[in-house]
């Protein structure tokens, strides 16, 4: 046994040696591997054979300078470093622009936006939603220099829709900028949405159609069914991200689309709980990946607790939608597709603006109310990251706790568990909120510790910076746009060929015209005559020569920001489509009418005995159109929601269950239809 003893020590202490040789460990238990260090005016450590960057300039390695320790330790080291007002400036996210930038206004000229960080601040005196006075200005976006060097902020929502090369470049000047500060703790940009065709592209929902590859809309991807491309989409968009310095997304959607007229269904993965729940997962895992790393883009999963059950599908970012209800009994429903971003790791969650009514949770909006977030989110869902409010929940859309002072606000929100606030550049409240003692540093410094660790294990610490020049060759490329072409043929649904007109034969004379009215006084119709003999079908110019007429049709309620708190309604006539137009080209000739849908509408006034053709899009391009009812490709989409058949069952269904479980009668089109020509 002696001898057994001594040959086992002997071989454990010649595999250690081993192990200690070859640098698979050391005795401290840090990394040894040097990471590629991206710095521009900090000096540099050396040590040994190893580098690192002298971030606070006192020419010595503290810990939170040094990449081979624990996370944990950095954060404690770092966070003993901080002011409370660096702390506090710390907790804010707010917009943060380009000089001359001006990409959301009606009509903007196309320009090349400059970098720079001479913004004047954006000083808010109006509630933006309900046009009523605040009861004091909001510093909604901050200049840079001031916002980074005075107000301490490092976190940062990009707007800008330009080049990869200007974007990269801003990210390197903000990250320098941030650099030359005292800790020289590093920013992060997030952004909404940026590779997607949409038709509501408005600030704090989707950039648009950018220079990013171009993929469907997020309902388009649902409607694929193609999981491992959904994958592939989120791998491919991350790259395009990361090339150019944004690192955190503003993103995605796991509401439901359960109530027909909310109108930010355009964002979600349809009305299934199931597939939204494989969607969200894969899409986390695609941007972030197994854990966060230097290549990671973070998200942010919105809106806890689902956003999709509002009273009358009005929207929470208004008084008149500030109520969120269940009369079906379906809560738990909408939590699945947060549970499975939670098991996927995602890096945040949004809580939503609305307050609960007829439930047992308090009746304050979600980012106040501590039954939603440290009771359910925290302990009984086992999320441990980042609680960030949407936008201006303290200012603008205070839902049930509009008698708290800004100061009891702010107070009651951290409580329940928010560590950053979105909407605000300007930390002077909340920094009075713990000076006050309404919150203690302790609290705070709970927060910070999640905001930092996002930032250490996405490799901030070490190289914040991107190259320009790389960034323009890897965003919008033709190998990643391949990729998304397929996707954006596999969006499209068809939903009837009565008349078995599709695919088109060869030589079949086309009419193809698309209908969009953007509500600024232009003549609705377009008539597209590709060139391309690709499809081997001829264009013409007028129905009277068709044999065939393609009606690509676009309705539109407006943006969600134009609302009134008016009735929503989903028919056709009520967005934007004249039916009396489409009718007169259904009786005059065999018509394949195409439908965008951004919201389950309602087609009664023109399902006549003449629509024997429907095929349904949720932001796509003509060229995979053409592909489809050409036959060069065989659709293979199916809807993921379901159409109701007329806007009486609207106004009679529960908003919290999923169309294909609501009763017999209501539904035109179902989850799940789609057909294929084979």
Not at 327 to 342: N, Q, R, S
Not at 362 to 367: H, K, L, W
Not at 382 to 391: A, C, E, L, M
Request: charged share 20%.
């Amino acid at each position: 046994m002696n001898k057994l003893n001594r040959n086992f020590r002997c071989f454990r202490l010649t595999f250690w040696i081993v192990f200690m040789v070859l640098g698979l460990g050391n005795a401290s238990g840090q990394k040894s591997n040097q990471p590629i260090l991206g710095y521009r005016t900090v000096e540099i450590l050396k040590i040994n054979t190893l580098q690192f960057k002298d971030l606070n300039k006192n020419n010595k390695l503290n810990k939170y300078e040094d990449w081979r320790l624990p996370v944990d330790d950095r954060i404690t080291d770092l966070i003993d470093q901080m002011t409370l007002e660096e702390k506090i400036g710390f907790m804010l996210i707010s917009t943060t622009r380009l000089a001359g930038d001006n990409s959301f206004q009606a009509n903007a000229p196309k320009t090349e936006i400059t970098s720079g960080f001479n913004e004047e601040d954006l000083v808010q005196t109006t509630n933006m939603f309900t046009r009523k006075p605040l009861p004091y200005p909001i510093v909604t976006a901050a200049g840079t220099t001031k916002g980074v060097l005075t107000n301490h902020l490092r976190h940062f929502i990009l707007r800008a829709n330009t080049s990869a090369k200007t974007i990269a470049g801003w990210s390197n000047n903000l990250q320098a900028l941030s650099e030359s500060s005292r800790l020289g703790i590093p920013s992060i940009v997030a952004s909404n949405p940026r590779n997607h065709i949409t038709a509501d592209a408005s600030i704090g929902l989707s950039v648009g159609t950018t220079v990013f590859s171009k993929w469907p809309g997020e309902l388009g991807l649902a409607a694929m069914r193609d999981l491992k491309l959904t994958r592939e989409f989120a791998e491919i968009a991350a790259k395009e991200w990361s090339a150019v310095g944004l690192r955190k997304g503003y993103m995605y959607m796991a509401d439901l689309a359960t109530e027909p007229r909310w109108q930010r269904i355009e964002g979600t993965f349809g009305e299934d709980a199931d597939l939204a729940s494989n969607m969200i997962r894969e899409i986390v895992l695609g941007f972030q990946g197994k854990k966060l790393g230097h290549h990671s883009v973070a998200l942010t999963t919105k809106h806890f607790p689902g956003g999709g059950p509002q009273v009358d599908g009005q929207d929470p970012h208004f008084d008149w939608g500030k109520d969120q209800h269940y009369p079906g009994g379906m809560f738990e429903y909408h939590l699945k597709p947060f549970k499975a971003a939670i098991d996927a790791g995602t890096s945040a969650i949004m809580p939503y603006y609305a307050k609960p009514i007829g439930t047992a949770y308090e009746e304050v909006g979600f980012s106040f109310n501590s039954g939603i977030i440290n009771d359910l989110l925290r302990k009984k869902m086992g999320f441990k990251g980042i609680i960030n409010s949407d936008t201006g929940p303290i200012e603008m859309m205070p839902w049930g706790v509009e008698n708290l002072s800004i100061h009891e606000r702010y107070q009651k929100a951290i409580q329940c568990g928010v560590d950053i606030f979105s909407g605000s550049a300007d930390p002077t409240l909340l920094l009075e909120t713990v000076k006050k003692g309404l919150v203690t540093e302790e609290r705070i410094n709970e927060s910070i510790t999640r905001l930092l660790r996002e930032k250490f294990e996405l490799g901030l610490f070490e190289n914040p910076y991107v190259d320009a020049e790389n960034a323009a060759k890897v965003v919008g490329n033709s190998e990643f746009q391949k990729k998304a072409d397929l996707a954006l043929r596999k969006s499209i649904v068809l939903l009837r060929n009565n008349a078995s007109i599709l695919p088109l034969a060869k030589n079949t004379k086309v009419y193809f015209e698309t209908y969009l009215d953007n509500g600024r006084g232009k003549n609705p119709i377009t008539i597209l005559k590709p060139e391309t003999t690709k499809w081997n079908l001829e264009f013409v110019s007028t129905k009277e020569e068709a044999d065939v007429v393609l009606l690509w049709l676009m309705p539109s309620g407006g943006s969600l920001f134009s609302s009134a708190g008016k009735p929503i309604e989903l028919s056709l006539s009520k967005n934007k489509i004249d039916i009396a137009h489409v009718n007169e080209l259904l009786n005059a000739k065999p018509t394949i009418v195409v439908i965008n849908y951004t919201s389950p509408w309602i087609i009664d006034e023109i399902d006549n005995p003449n629509a024997k053709t429907i095929l349904a899009t949720f932001g796509t391009s003509t060229e995979a159109l053409l592909d489809v009812v050409s036959g060069e490709f065989n659709p293979t989409g199916k809807m993921p929601f379901t159409t109701p058949v007329s806007e009486k069952v609207v106004l009679e269904n529960k908003s919290d269950v999923p169309g294909f479980m609501k009763p017999k009668g209501y539904a035109l089109f179902t989850f799940g239809d789609g057909l294929s020509y084979k």
